[in-house]
């Protein structure tokens, strides 16, 4: 039986600025930069989860041929490629305005749903990611994020 999620992967054009936001202004911590060979395997994760791990990915050898990966490198340049990563937070207002101040590009201000206050990024490369600060007795497992421009209903 699965237990646990360990990795997932986004894919960026330039694994080297994708650490800069992702460590650098988004506050993650690095995991794993290990040269394969056929590949960088580079991993980065939440402070304190070292457990999930994300893998930033370019596209390319050994996982795409040549034709597949310019494809994957167009859809996530159109930000064609939906959510990303969904981050949760203490503080949405707060993270939103730390974040700002780095020069982080915000697809989404701070915005209350019923599950609590959620934000947009776009990271460099056109990945979509959600921050949600969950409402008081929500569970943050249980959170849909939001799509920038996309209204949520209900209660």
């Not at 794993?32 to 370019?58: A, C, N, Y």
């Amino acid at each position: 039986m699965i237990n646990a999620i360990t990795h997932s992967n986004v894919f960026v054009l330039d694994q080297d600025e994708a650490l800069e936001f992702y460590v650098g202004k988004l506050g993650l911590e690095l995991n794993t930069d290990l040269d394969l060979g056929i590949m960088r395997w580079l991993t980065v994760s939440v402070p304190g989860e070292e457990g999930r791990q994300i893998l930033l990915e370019k596209p390319g050898p050994p996982a795409h041929d040549d034709a597949t990966a310019e494809q994957i490198r167009e859809l996530l340049t159109k930000g064609a490629t939906g959510l990303a990563i969904g981050f949760t937070t203490a503080d949405c207002r707060k993270t939103y305005e730390e974040l700002r101040a780095k020069g982080v590009e915000f697809t989404q201000e701070p915005t209350e749903r019923f599950y609590g206050i959620d934000c947009g990024v776009r990271d460099p490369f056109g990945n979509h990611i959600r921050i949600v600060q969950p409402a008081p007795g929500r569970s943050s497992r249980r959170i849909p994020p939001s799509l920038p421009g996309a209204e949520i209903g209900g209660s």
